[in-house]
């Protein structure tokens, strides 16, 4: 049986390469998406980048400040379902303004993924403060 506490659950969400983001808009329609992202402390930090999009104004980045609350999830997915797990973040979101925190967070992005050390995203950087963290493995169920 697998035991997984907060530290391991945060250790999971930080080397997590790619989660799905919510955010929702001021009538609380739900919008998901994934993303990739970079945690530091209980900041989760992420950017838009240069991939084909039709604007930099971004569904996201609407919904985030008209209801700046937001959660995101990482996860396995394993045949063999006890080897199954899932993290939930959930904080509010903010788009970045400071050019130091937005230079740091690029900086830990590019030291994550390596397309983005050729190719660094412009921006704008958001920060999600992670207000609450749940999980759950797949481990600790009936083995198979």
């Given at each position: 049986m697998t035991t997984v506490d907060r530290a391991e659950a945060?250790?999971?969400?930080?080397?997590?390469?790619?989660?799905?983001?919510?955010?929702?808009?001021a009538g609380g329609l739900p919008h998901v998406v994934p993303f990739v992202f970079v945690l530091d402390g209980s900041t989760v930090y992420w950017a838009v980048d240069d991939k084909p999009k039709r604007t930099r104004?971004?569904?996201?980045?609407?919904?985030?400040?008209?209801?700046?609350?937001?959660?995101?999830?990482?996860?396995?997915?394993?045949?063999?379902?006890?080897?199954?797990?899932?993290?939930?973040?959930?904080?509010?979101?903010?788009?970045?303004?400071?050019?130091?925190?937005?230079?740091?967070?690029?900086?830990?992005?590019?030291?994550?993924?390596?397309?983005y050390r050729k190719r660094p995203p412009r921006g704008p950087v958001v920060a999600i403060e992670v207000a609450r963290l749940t999980w759950w493995d797949g481990g600790a169920a009936e083995p198979e």
């Open positions: 945060r250790r999971r969400l930080g080397q997590a390469r790619v989660g799905r983001l919510a955010t929702a808009d104004e971004i569904k996201r980045l609407a919904n985030i400040r008209a209801n700046p609350n937001v959660e995101l999830v990482v996860d396995r997915y394993q045949e063999g379902w006890n080897g199954l797990w899932w993290v939930r973040a959930a904080g509010p979101a903010r788009i970045v303004e400071g050019e130091a925190e937005a230079a740091r967070a690029l900086e830990l992005l590019s030291a994550k993924y390596r397309q």
